[in-house]
Each structure stands twice: as structure tokens, then as C-alpha cells.
């Protein structure tokens, strides 16, 4: 079933209502999520290098589990935090090019919480797919800023987007995403509400405010990762002060709920999406993101509300992304049904009651075709090897020979896993990228998404904000698998940059039968951006001020087929270089 046809036939996968009294006032919801924060970037972790009192007073005074585990890399685990069921699940097998998209039938805590009569907003970095109905103001969020790809390119007053719209942030971004969820709150805090705020640090690009950098730029570390030879100083520098910057930032939100008189009536969350972004500091622990070792997916949790949770409580039990959306659920007094099995499990009771009686569970870990299984005592990594995580936590020995017995439950475990969960991966994606939702104005076609056709390459082999360069043919082109959901017109307009020699060149959009001309008569040639910046040399993309320029008013039919974008006359040494199209109905 394509995108469009499960539109029209999604089934109704949740019913809930809430299981409070009238007098009861319903918690509100802020889940603060980084970005590629390791467990031990944290100073109530053990690291002397990094002070983050704001987030280790959040731990005193709420519930901290000891052992929560999330995906080894991004648009995974904002798949299993919004659906509590492994990513592959969910159609989610890659970061980019489409494979971070969260399948359609795939029912989102927020939408639980949307039909429960909550405000919700999403502010930051979505990853789970852009075009709606993938987006997430079709996923269960009102109000969405942000970017809905993956990594970003530039931290200081970027190209975001604003519910669809294309619109400039306003400053450093993780400051303007806290603006915005303070705002938000601000409005609605006399209702419900549901703020999810995904940060984008510290990500890399590594950049980060001189008043944040300054502190550690020439700081000796006398705490590194334990094969120090493979760390990068200078990028823990800049990790730690993007680190130091959210801290500062959760205490803004913080502040803000205890003016509004809303702390003992909001339950906040904070994690991580993966392992570091780096080898640095991480408990001696093994691996770091895009790891399923220890160090690639243990995430910290920290879980809130005043006055409810005890305050101080560590909890020991292994936990997962997998498990927050039930959580939030019952914590929150709503009841909810799934057609589709959840993995994950609500951890409401561990963190009211001290002697609990909690069967022993697996969690599993997948990423790149390796798969690693962890039980409260062991971890089985992708090799078969198995390690005594209490009395070996850094994955130093192999006990699969000495304790076979374990050994042997947990492969055949991982095996039965691998054959009911993998077995949902598909060879070939089937999903073209969804354009002209009838709810939905804007559908945006970035170059990300994109096929390229003869010379025209990517500016990096990261595509998440990449753009097309060398443009040097009329035989070049780049081409969207797409199907188009409502037939109308549409104005297109592409964001591009073009040299003053080039000025004159003629491009032609086509879908099917429709087609339109239109020449670049502007010269826009500005330099690449984001070096000025980066406090370390980058492994993505650069990025430019690229320009609007409207091709016209297309007709589209409804259906799939190859929306093609080439150059019909070429005038100098080439076309353009091309970031995205926006496709708006008229």
C-alpha cells in the first residue's frame, strides 16, 4: 500500500480517554530530547570536565533511571519514542533519503495525547520524514519549528521551517528552539499541553557561541576516553560547551513552568537519541554512536514532577525508548488501545514503588545489520560475544564459554528477534515521496530526497543538507519518486544560487504530461557558509544563502510518476546549484 492509498484507508489504531476525575488537572508534558549527547557528557555522571548543574538538580529532584537504552543513531529512536515499538517496525531503516520516514499506520504518543484534548508542539529536529503526511503537523503536533531532516548545516539564524512554511531562526538555534517552546507554553498554560522539544545539539556541524566556547577552548582535558589516541580534543571541547549551552537552556524552560506556577503540574523528561558523537568520556564504557555496544546506545533519563515522583529515586531496571510512549500515557491517566503491539512497557509502576516485583526483560539494539541483546546482567553484542555488564561494564571479557548456558538463550533470544522484527525490513522501499496532501499546502522536495542524473553530484556524501552541484549539461537532470495526492495547480519555486556567467539558462519541470519553463534571469552567487563558525573542520556538507526563484504554475494529476527537474538551454558554463523546490497549491 502506497502513501496515498493509506491515507484514505489507515485504521483508527488508538482510542483513548482520560482517567481523571473532573476536578483533576491532566499533567502537561515536555519531553527535552539532544542530539548525539553521550551518557557521560553529564556531570552527575562523573565528568570533571563539564558542569551541568541545571540538569543534575533535575535528577535530585525527580526519577533517574541507571540503565535506559535508545537506537546507535537518530531517526531510529525518535521512531521508537514516538511509536514505543522498534524502528523497523516502523518503516525506519536509514537517517536519509527517505529511510528515516515513519510508516503511515504508525500511530504517535503525541496523537494519544492530541485526541485527549492536549496542545502539542514539536520544536527542532523532527527525523522521521518531511513531506506530509509524514510531517510532524500530520503526526500528532499542532504547532511544529524546526527542520524535518536530519543534520543541519548552519546553527546561527537558519533557513527553518515553520509549519510548512520556510521561514529564518532567530539566533543560535537550540536558543531559538527554547524561545519558541517557552512561547508556546506561555499561550497555552491553561490547558493541557504536550511540548516535544528535539535538540540538534551537539550534532555537528560543532558550533556553538564564543560564551559558551570560550570556556574550553584552551582548557587541558584531563579526562578522555579511554583509547585517548582516537579522541579528538578539540571536538569534546566543542561537544562540552554545546553541552553547557542545553544545560542553560533546560533551566530557561525550567524557570519558566515554576513562574507559570506549572512545575508540580508538568512532568519533564531528559535524553539523549544516542551515543556520543565522539570518543570521549563515557564511563568506560564500549563504543560510541552508530555503535549497539554499551556506549552507543545508553542514553541518560531523567523524569520529573514535582511534588508526584519521588524525588532523588534511582531506578535500576533496564528501560527503553520503547518504553516512553506507554509511560507518558499512564502517567498522564490515559487509557489507550493499540492494534498494533507495543514493545515497550509502562514504567509508571517502577517509578512509584520502591519493592516492586519486575520480570527480567531484553531489550534489543539494531542498527547496520548488527544486532545486540541486553538483559539486566548481560549484554550479547553483534559478534556473539557475551559480557557480565555488573562485574564488566566496560566489555572487556568474553564469558560465552563459561557461561553457555546464558550464552545459548540469548543467541537463539537475538535469533527469534531478528526473524519476527527484521523480517519487516523491505529490500526495496516502496514509498514515493508523498506532494499535495489536501490538509497540506507545502510539499517540499529538498535535494536530499532527490535522484541525480549525469554530472550533477552532491555537495557531501551526507545528504541531509546537502545541495547539486555541477550542473554542467542538458542531459543532466534530477529526478523525486513521487505521488501526488490531490490533483490541482501548483506554484513551484526552487531555492538556488547561480554565477553571473550562467545567467540565462532555461529549466523545465515535469510531472507526467504537465510540463513549465522558466529562465534564472537573476545572478545569485554567494559563498559557502558555515566555516566561519565551526569550531572544528566539519564532515558535512557547507552550506550557501541560496535564493528563491519561481518556475510558474504547474498542473499535477493525481498518481505516482518522476518529477524531473533539468536544463532545457544552458547559456555559460552551466545551470545552477539547486537546494530544494517548494510546492505550494494554489
Known sequence: MGPASSIFYLFLLISCQQDLSKDSSPPNIVMIMTDDQGWGDLSMHGNRMIHTPIIDEMAREGVTFDRFYVCPVCSPTRAEILTGRYHVRGG???????????????????????????????YGKWHNGMQYPYHPNARGFDDYYGFASGHWGNYFSPVLE?????????????????????????????????????????????????????????MPLEQGHRYKEQEDVAHTKAAYAMCENIDWNVGRILEKLDTLGLDENTIV????????????WNGDMKGRKGWTDEGGVRSPLIIRWKGTLPAG??????????????????????????????????????????????EDRLIFSYWNERTS??????????????????????????????ESEIHTELVEAKDR?????????????????????PDFPYTQLPARDADAHGGIIRSNQWPNCSFYTNWLSVSDSMSWDVEVLEEGDYQAVIYYTCAAENVGCTLELTFLKASILSEVNEAHDPPLRGMENDKVLRVESYVKDFKPHALGVIHLLQGPGKMTLKATQIIGQGAVDFRLMMLERI
Open 92 to 122: 525506519v531503516y536509514d537517517t536519509g533519503e527517505g529511510g528515516e520516514r515513519l510508516d503511515l499506520d504508525e500511530v504517535t504518543f503525541a496523537q494519544v495525547f492530541q485526541d485527549a484534548g492536549y496542545k502539542t508542539a514539536a
Open 162 to 218: 515553520h509549519n510548512g512554511q520556510l521561514v529564518h531562526g532567530q539566533g543560535f538555534l537550540v536558543d531559538d528552539l527554547t524561545d519558541r517552546a517557552i512561547e508556546f507554553i506561555e499561550e497555552n498554560h491553561e490547558d493541557p499541553f504536550l511540548v516535544y522539544l528535539p535538540y540538534n545539539t551537539p550534532h555537528s556541524p560543532m558550533q556553538v557561541p564564543d560564551r559558551w566556547w570560550n570556556k574550553f577552548k584552551d
Open 269 to 280: 523528561l531528559f535524553l539523549s537519541d544516542n551515543g556520543p558523537n565522539g570518543w570521549r
Open 313 to 358: 529515586k534511582t531506578i535500576k531496571q533496564i528501560a527503553g525508548a520503547i518504553d516512553l510512549y506507554p509511560t507518558l500515557a499512564d502517567l498522564a491517566g490515559l487509557q489507550y488501545a493499540t492494534e498494533k503491539m507495543l514493545d515497550g512497557k509502562s514504567l509508571k509502576a517502577l517509578c512509584f514503588d520502591q519493592d516492586i516485583a519486575w
Open 373 to 402: 541483546a541486553r538483559s539486566q546482567r548481560y549484554r550479547l553484542d553483534h559478534e556473539g560475544q557475551l559480557f557480565d555488564m555488573i562485574n564488566d561494564p566496560g566489555q572487556r571479557t568474553d564469558i560465552s564459554t563459561t
Open 417 to 437: 528477534w531478528e526473524k519476527e522484527v527484521l523480517n519487516e525490513l523491505k529490500e526495496a522501499d516502496p514509498r514515493p515521496f508523498p506532494v499535495g496532501h
